[in-house]
């Protein structure tokens, strides 16, 4: 019997996602700890946890630390101290290590949280990546733009995703990024030479320090080019063919990189580019399970509960994989205009009724839901098809034929 305590500060959907696979695995005891009251735990999964604890700061290690002391002395130990959000991991390492707890220290949760120390131990190991530069305020920009040359791309040292990352072309747009960022000493933000290619991830599962099983999928068009252009729609495919010559020649690197940075047992999502003139190039890595419904459409692609191998993964460091069956692909629908919310949703009914069977999931906008703010948008759908020519006509049908509008 394993006993896993999760970290979910609130019931979002990848979370309730996350505490699902754990509570289906068999000889598993999971308690919560969250900043939810106990009557806001979903209640699919009230009777059949093991254990709530609730926290004012989910991310605070001393609060995390007399939570795990309180599930340890009534079940007598802990096994496993979970959570899913990159935001997450060194404040859980911390704890493990405080605790005698097993899973990834905080040395290793900091080479993947921190990008300026991450893309230093890369770049040492030899791994192509980006020329970059620890900012602490406008001298040091000025410094890295006269070295780099514009474009170069300014984001938060600790970001996740694209938020407050910004494409920098020339000394106006630097002091307008630095006037968002707002770098000192104290909080650094990271400045990286601009990368042009077509952009991908990389998952890996590693077991024990060893990578098992990955995958690799392509964004159409890149997250930073989508926040750049609001009118852009984005898509993400996950092609049939599991190992496409560019990924084949890119997962040596991927796997390099992972042993650089130390992990042992987990699943990591990578981000990296192919340029132009047919290089390689890392961006980053999360030690996290991937976001815009990668795990989503890598479930439908194999035929299997991905989430579950996740959880299989974190707590029985096992993992085993059917082969792919399927290309599936995500459109992200984002909406046009100056307005706050939803006002019209155009072409998507007809997209939707053309593509019959092939849109197996969505969520999809509607008129007067708030605007996002997030670069998803308003709405998704997923297809799922045989080839993947098929998948990329399902997806370039619905972006083209699909209008969200504010007003």
């Not at 990159?86 to 404040?91: A, F, G, K, R, T």
């Not at 911390?94 to 991450?118: Q, T």
């Not at 970059?132 to 040359?149: H, M, Y």
């Not at 890149?222 to 852009?232: A, C, F, H, I, R």
Request: aromatic share 8%.
């Amino acid at each position: 019997m394993k006993h896993v305590v999760f970290l979910a500060p609130y019931f979002g959907a990848n979370i309730r996602e996350c505490l699902r696979g754990l509570l289906e695995l068999e000889e598993v005891r999971v308690g919560v700890i969250t900043q939810e009251s106990a009557d806001r735990v979903p209640s699919a999964f009230r009777s059949r946890l093991d254990g709530h604890y609730q926290v004012r700061d989910a991310i605070d290690p001393a609060q995390l630390a007399r939570a795990v002391r309180a599930f340890w002395k009534e079940w007598g130990r802990v096994d496993r101290l979970l959570g899913y959000m990159e935001e997450m991991q060194l404040p859980l390492a911390r704890v493990r290590e405080a605790l005698g707890i097993p899973g990834m220290s905080h040395e290793v949760a900091l080479n993947f949280r921190d990008k300026h120390r991450m893309k230093g131990l890369l770049a040492r190991a030899g791994l192509p990546v980006a020329r970059q530069a620890r900012i602490a305020g406008p001298d040091d920009a000025r410094r890295f733009a006269e070295a780099a040359g514009y474009p170069l791309v300014l984001k938060p040292l600790a970001g996740v995703g694209t938020r407050h990352t910004f494409r920098v072309d020339g000394d106006e747009e630097l002091l307008a990024a630095l006037n968002r960022l707002l770098p000192s000493a104290r909080h650094p933000a990271q400045a990286e030479e601009f990368v042009s290619g077509s952009e991908h991830t990389f998952e890996t599962v590693c077991v024990r320090g060893e990578p098992v099983w990955d995958s690799s999928t392509f964004y159409l068009p890149g997250p930073l080019e989508v926040v750049e252009n609001p009118w852009m729609q984005y898509c993400v495919l996950l092609p049939r063919e599991r190992r496409l010559a560019h990924v084949e020649r890119f997962a040596p690197l991927n796997h390099a990189a992972l042993r650089v940075l130390g992990l042992e047992t987990g699943l990591t999502h990578m981000e990296w580019f192919h340029t132009r003139d047919d290089r390689e190039i890392i961006s980053e890595v999360a030690a996290r399970p991937p976001g815009v419904n990668i795990m989503k459409m890598l479930g439908m692609a194999h035929e299997v509960d991905f989430w579950g191998k996740w959880a299989g993964l974190m707590v029985h460091e096992r993992f085993e994989m059917p082969p792919r069956r399927w290309a599936c692909g995500c459109a992200f629908f984002r909406g046009q205009g100056r307005g706050r919310r939803v006002a019209a949703v155009e072409g998507l009914a007809e997209a939707l009724a053309d593509l019959g069977e092939r849109v197996v999931e969505a969520r999809l906008p509607k008129v007067g839901q708030p605007r996002s703010s997030h670069y998803e948008g308003e709405g998704w759908a997923l297809v799922r098809a045989e080839e993947t020519a098929q998948v990329v006509d399902a997806l370039r049908r619905l972006v083209t034929n699909t209008r969200v509008r504010y007003a």
